[in-house]
């Protein structure tokens, strides 16, 4: 797990900005932020930090937070090789091979053309790449909100995940106790408030007529976190774009098998996995209701049906309370 939070607000931004806006929607910590902007952000790896021996995380020009490729490759037990007169990293594991440019929003993932939100930078001999790149190429789970510095990448086992799970929420309500106590606030509610006033987008059901096919919803189970919701159709069934946006991966990512991800205005994405085929390209643009691949049962899938995710701010919510 990589944690990027601010010293001194390590605890209870992690804890509240992740699990109390699911398993406390009326408390949020906006009421707070303000106190911290000022720190730096860290890094925790399966909860122990990441010292970096000279470059550490920032938040560039784009809002987007920049993490050192090497140190976090290595971390995660990942090769690394940089070819300085062609400005190129190449970064292998047993299952992923990805090379990226410096300067170059394009990267090749398992010989996939994919494209990043913003340049990778070499900064004092770091290469400095997006931490949503770091969740793509090595198929983790992201849960990040750009404007608050605050992010984790899970890459527990759905054991450890369950046991995370009841330890996060044990802790959550001892750290507001404390948070209020030491902060002299009776609620949180105010800034929870403003966090849920944008306007929901309205998103297409991915399948026509495909509500009453859901085979499973999104949240915890007995296997483990799932992160979207199931439908289960015929093989071949035409996928439709939830919303228009442009396509960011289509290609194959391990246990989604064929994935679709298309990027929307207001920072949402929404993901199809497990695909038949796909009848759209990283980079290009699509509307609302296109259909852009049919449903099958590729990578980790038992029967044929559709896999649909919908992030904000790269973060899981459930696509069920935007229908």
Same mark, same amino acid.
């Given at each position: 797990?990589?944690? /990027?939070?601010?010293?001194?607000?390590?605890?209870?931004?992690?804890?509240?900005? /992740?699990?109390? @806006?699911?398993?406390?929607?009326?408390?949020?910590?906006?009421? /707070?932020?303000?106190?911290?902007?000022?720190?730096? +952000?860290?890094? #925790?790896?399966?909860?122990?930090?990441?010292?970096?021996?000279?470059?550490?995380? =920032?938040?560039?020009?784009?809002?987007?937070?920049?993490?050192?490729?090497?140190?976090?490759?290595?971390?995660?037990?990942?090769?690394?090789?940089?070819?300085?007169?062609?400005?190129?990293?190449?970064?292998?594991?047993?299952?992923?091979? @990805?090379?990226?440019?410096?300067?170059?929003?394009?990267?090749? @993932?398992?010989?996939?053309?994919?494209?990043?939100?913003?340049?990778?930078?070499?900064?004092? $001999?770091? +290469?400095?790449?997006?931490?949503?790149?770091?969740?793509?190429?090595?198929?983790?789970?992201?849960? =990040?909100?750009?404007?608050?510095?605050?992010?984790?990448?899970?890459?527990?086992?759905?054991?450890?995940?369950?046991?995370?799970?009841?330890?996060?929420?044990?802790?959550?309500?001892?750290?507001?106790?404390?948070?209020?106590?030491?902060?002299?606030?009776?609620?949180?509610?105010?800034?929870?408030?403003?966090?849920?006033?944008?306007?929901?987008?309205?998103?297409?059901?991915?399948?026509?007529?495909?509500?009453?096919?859901?085979?499973?919803? =999104?949240?915890?189970?007995?296997?483990?976190?799932?992160?979207?919701?199931?439908?289960?159709?015929?093989?071949? +069934?035409?996928?439709?774009?939830?919303?228009?946006?442009?396509?960011? #991966?289509?290609?194959?990512?391990?246990?989604? $098998?064929?994935? /679709?991800?298309?990027?929307?205005?207001?920072?949402?994405?929404?993901?199809?996995?497990?695909?038949?085929?796909?009848?759209?390209?990283?980079?290009?643009?699509?509307?609302?209701?296109?259909?852009?691949?049919?449903?099958?049962?590729?990578?980790?899938? +038992?029967?044929?049906? @559709?896999?649909?995710?919908?992030?904000?701010?790269?973060?899981?919510?459930?696509?069920?309370?935007? =229908?």
């Amino acid at each position: 797990m990589i944690i /990027i939070s601010k010293p001194g607000f390590l605890v209870y931004s992690f804890f509240i900005a /992740i699990t109390l @806006l699911v398993a406390f929607p009326s408390i949020s910590f906006g009421a /707070i932020v303000e106190e911290i902007e000022d720190y730096e +952000t860290v890094v #925790f790896l399966n909860d122990s930090q990441v010292i970096f021996q000279d470059v550490t995380p =920032y938040i560039d020009d784009n809002n987007r937070t920049m993490i050192p490729l090497r140190f976090i490759s290595e971390e995660l037990d990942s090769k690394v090789d940089w070819f300085p007169d062609e400005d190129k990293i190449i970064v292998e594991d047993e299952d992923m091979e @990805l090379k990226m440019f410096i300067g170059s929003n394009n990267y090749k @993932l398992n010989d996939e053309m994919q494209k990043m939100e913003t340049r990778p930078e070499l900064v004092d $001999g770091r +290469t400095m790449v997006p931490i949503r790149v770091i969740n793509r190429c090595f198929d983790l789970d992201l849960v =990040y909100r750009s404007h608050q510095g605050l992010g984790l990448v899970f890459n527990f086992t759905e054991g450890q995940a369950r046991e995370r799970k009841e330890a996060v929420i044990q802790q959550v309500k001892k750290e507001l106790d404390e948070i209020k106590e030491e902060k002299g606030l009776e609620s949180l509610d105010a800034s929870h408030r403003e966090i849920h006033s944008h306007e929901k987008p309205e998103f297409l059901f991915p399948i026509e007529n495909g509500m009453n096919e859901i085979s499973s919803k =999104y949240g915890w189970r007995s296997r483990g976190f799932h992160s979207g919701i199931d439908i289960a159709v015929s093989h071949g +069934t035409s996928i439709k774009a939830a919303e228009s946006g442009t396509v960011t #991966f289509s290609g194959w990512r391990g246990s989604y $098998g064929n994935l /679709i991800i298309i990027e929307h205005p207001g920072d949402y994405e929404t993901y199809y996995a497990h695909n038949a085929g796909h009848t759209v390209s990283v980079g290009q643009s699509v509307e609302k209701g296109e259909v852009i691949g049919h449903v099958g049962n590729s990578g980790n899938a +038992t029967g044929s049906h @559709l896999h649909f995710e919908i992030r904000r701010n790269g973060e899981h919510v459930n696509p069920l309370d935007y =229908y």
